[in-house]
């Protein structure tokens, strides 16, 4: 018996879960332009150098609803059930962000958002149902920015992150007479880390910018809550001391770097290329298990990478049109991917449309994300095999920025 989280981590491995609760303001469809562009105080999050180009003070408010499907068929197991059910799950995401010039030179920000976040439903009778039955796990994020423009070319910033860990996982205990127990472990912490901006204009239409974040290590930690468990089990999992073992969770956000640039065409067209780094070969969790001896196994994995592309167009001084495309590399082999954060490789691709309405400008992004088969082939003991793949697993996430500068 075993019960796992899929995480998502931080703003670009988000990308791994279909750029679903991705806070996305000025950044374009499919998460293009998150480095360079940095035109409104969303940049406060994704670009700290970015602060700088704010000019007055300016507040915007984000909404995103994502409409997530997927479906994992089982071709070979040895516990009984078949396929998982489909799951289809709508996610609204709230985002905050807010700028504001104390000088020439100096500029601060705040920014509150759902950095990501996922859950998975499985079921309760389908094969796999001992290794994983439902999981959900979400992120708060709150980031303090300080830009400085040191030269007419050269800006700098960055600041601290306090980020919220809730997670809640669940998974059915298999009593081998009578029906099915299940065990639920909910945790939440706090983690502190910090980002780095740097941005140059090589022109007045040309700009080149890359951002460093910190590793953050949430202080997670809980005991499993058995329900319905047969006494032999019980007894047997009292007897070894992992019936109230206390399961210090090995979570780690991994480090990332972002590099970006942008540059402005004639006849107000504009074009993106970004490129992340992400350490994920460092991520850390602790799912939990009940083995012979223990009651928690490690994931693994390797690093991954982000390439996202976006093209802009001003059709007029209120009316602008966008396009982009994204493809995450694979953070898992199919040798050491499990069913509990089956990542794949993430291919995207967005448009969006931006208007002013009463002094309001407001920005609307539609994204469509294929996040691959998943295949895997994973053994976990008492819990039972499984080997099979996703049927479906997509997502479309529309997402919308109202900005009000005072």
């Given amino acids: 018996m075993q019960t796992a989280r899929k995480v998502y981590p931080n703003p670009i491995v988000l990308l791994a879960c279909c750029l679903a609760p991705a806070a996305q303001a000025d950044v374009g469809p499919a998460m293009s332009g998150i480095t360079a562009r940095a035109n409104d105080a969303s940049t406060v999050f994704w670009s700290p150098a970015g602060i700088t180009r704010i000019d007055q003070p300016e507040l915007v408010v984000q909404a995103t609803l994502v409409a997530m499907d997927s479906k994992f068929n089982v071709d070979e197991s040895n516990r009984s059930g078949g396929n998982a059910d489909s799951d289809f799950s709508l996610l609204p995401v709230p985002g905050l962000f807010y700028a504001q010039p104390l000088d020439e030179r100096w500029t601060a920000g705040v920014s509150v958002t759902v950095p990501s976040g996922f859950g998975n439903d499985y079921g309760k009778t389908w094969s796999g149902r001992y290794l994983v039955q439902e999981s959900e796990l979400t992120f708060v994020a709150l ?227 294929d996040m691959g088969d998943n295949k895997l082939d994973q053994d976990g003991g008492a819990a039972g095999r499984v080997k099979g793949s996703f049927d479906r697993n997509h997502a479309l996430i529309l997402d919308t920025q109202i900005i009000k500068r005072f």
């Fill in 143 to 369: 980031t303090g920015t300080l830009g400085y423009e040191l030269t007419d070319q050269w800006s700098v910033g960055g600041g601290p992150i306090i980020m919220y860990t809730d997670s809640t996982s669940k998974a059915r205990v298999n009593n081998l007479v009578g029906s099915d127990g299940r065990v639920e472990l909910e945790e939440d912490g706090f983690g502190f880390g910090w980002q780095l901006g740097l941005m140059y204009d090589i022109s007045d239409t040309a700009r080149v910018a890359a951002v460093y974040r910190s590793e953050i290590d949430p202080d997670l930690s809980g005991k499993p809550d058995f329900r319905n468990v047969g006494p032999l089990l019980e007894n047997t999992l009292k007897a070894k001391g992992l019936w109230e073992k206390n399961i210090d969770v090995d979570f780690k956000v991994p480090q990332q770097v972002q590099v970006g640039y942008f540059q402005e065409f004639k006849d107000d067209w504009s074009f993106t290329l970004d490129a992340v780094w992400i350490d994920t070969s460092e991520f850390g969790i602790q799912h939990v298990s009940v083995s012979d001896d223990d009651v928690s196994f490690p994931s693994e994995f390797k690093d991954s990478w982000a390439f996202m592309v976006g093209l802009r167009h001003e059709y007029r001084p209120d009316l602008a049109f966008s396009v982009g495309a994204a493809y995450l590399t694979s953070p898992a082999s199919k040798s050491k991917r499990s069913v509990a954060l089956p990542l794949d490789r993430v291919i995207a691709v967005g448009a969006g449309v931006e208007w002013q309405w009463k002094g309001l400008e407001i920005h609307s992004n539609l994204n469509y994300a």
